[in-house]
């Protein structure tokens, strides 16, 4: 897949290492929205920093275990999606996702989530896509409702992030409830 249409400005795309300078200016701009729930927020903010990170997805990918794609909206980098765990032989993965503050509330997530959990479900016969975010990160939780995941429950204080630790939810979709009828999309988008 070189690039996905997700609504008629928005695609998805291949995030590769080349574009290290142009993911470090997005993540850069988009920053004091994304440190709050971001543990790599600050490292990729700085092209080597940026490169690093997106070298260990290509990595990664080359072994078949994970990836990580962009959004864009017309030229310009939006956010994006990941797999940021991926187990093929127990059949778990986990999908992390982000946005530039702009790029919110137009449910490019949700429908770039979608075309991620169908690719791990119907392209590499995962069992279960798991999403994970802070008790307070009330917008993902709602991707993850809206994606039909249940929430499992809670790690207590398992995420230190800026001094604090934070309490993660664990929420997951199996294979055999995908997709759902309830799913959160509108089509009209
Ligand atoms: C988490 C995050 C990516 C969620 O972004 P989001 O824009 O709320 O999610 P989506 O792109 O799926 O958009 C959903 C919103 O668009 C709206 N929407 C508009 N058209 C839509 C459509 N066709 N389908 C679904 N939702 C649509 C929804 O109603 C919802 O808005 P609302 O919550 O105000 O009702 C974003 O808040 C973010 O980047 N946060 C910082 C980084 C972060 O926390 N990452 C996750 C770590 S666990």
Known sequence: MLSR???DDAELRA???????EF???????QEHLLRWLPWGASAAEVDGAEKLLQRYADAQARGEGRILGIWV???LVGGVLFRVWDQAMGNCELGVWL???AVGRGLITRA???MIDWAFRVRGMHRVEWRCATGNTRSSAVARRLGMTKE??????APLHGVRHDIEV?????????RSGLGIRPEA
């Not at 995030?15 to 300078?21: D, G, H, Q, V």
């Not at 470090?24 to 701009?29: E, K, N, P, S, T």
């Not at 429950?153 to 398992?158: F, K, P, Q, Y």
């Open 5 to 7: 249409s997700l609504t």
């Open 15 to 21: 995030l590769e290492p080349w574009r290290a300078p």
């Open 24 to 30: 470090a200016a997005h993540v850069a701009a988009a």
């Open 74 to 76: 017309g030229d310009k």
């Open 100 to 102: 530039a503050p702009e």
């Open 113 to 115: 989530s979608t075309e």
């Open 153 to 158: 429950g809670v790690l207590r204080e398992a």
């Open 171 to 179: 929420w997951a979709v199996l294979a055999s409830e995908w997709p």
